[in-house]
């Protein structure tokens, strides 16, 4: 999957194209062969197309500062970049170990709040409640009270608040 970045202001499109037989490496119009990748801390080495690389890297945020041969790279991770399921996983409310629902807090249509409660959990005898990580509307509650549910299910899905 190739995904938009910007270095030093200028978009460029990046990616891994292939991990076998080479880890084959997309920035911008061209593939990269890279090898022995290696990282101690703030700084690397590795080898691109044969020649041996080092450098150092340093992250804030949405920035990437790189500095390799000589040269130093701001590589900007943008929010626009972020890809369609991204941004649906932000919508969807899962469940991080297997349980049942103790108690249902909301209906389908509901709008919530950031830290509004939206369902408690038993899971191994503790006791849970989901809340909500950001304004929203409620769109589906894909379980209803006393449903088992097993890690990773669909427990609630949102939507934009504005759609309500």
């Known amino acids: 999957m190739l995904s938009r970045v910007y270095v030093d202001e200028r978009e460029v499109e990046v990616g891994i194209r292939a991990r076998r037989p080479q ?26 197309d044969g020649q041996p690389l080092s450098g150092w890297w340093y992250r804030r945020g949405e920035e990437l500062q790189i500095r390799l041969a000589g040269r130093t790279y701001s590589v900007q991770f943008t929010s626009h970049a972020k890809s369609a399921a991204a941004t649906a996983r932000a919508h969807e409310v899962r469940a991080s170990m297997p349980g049942v629902v103790v108690a249902v807090h909301r209906a389908v249509g509901d709008v919530v709040a950031a830290g509004d409660a939206l369902l408690t959990l038993e899971s191994m005898k503790l006791q849970a409640t989901l809340v909500a990580s950001h304004a929203a509307r409620v769109a589906v509650l894909h379980v209803a009270a006393q449903s088992v549910f097993e890690r990773g299910a669909l427990l609630v899905s949102l939507a934009a608040a504005e759609d309500a």
Request: proline share 0%; aromatic share 12%.
């Open 23 to 48: 880890l084959l490496v997309r920035l911008g119009e061209r593939d990269y062969a890279v090898d022995d990748f290696v990282i101690a801390g703030a700084e690397f080495s590795l080898r691109v």
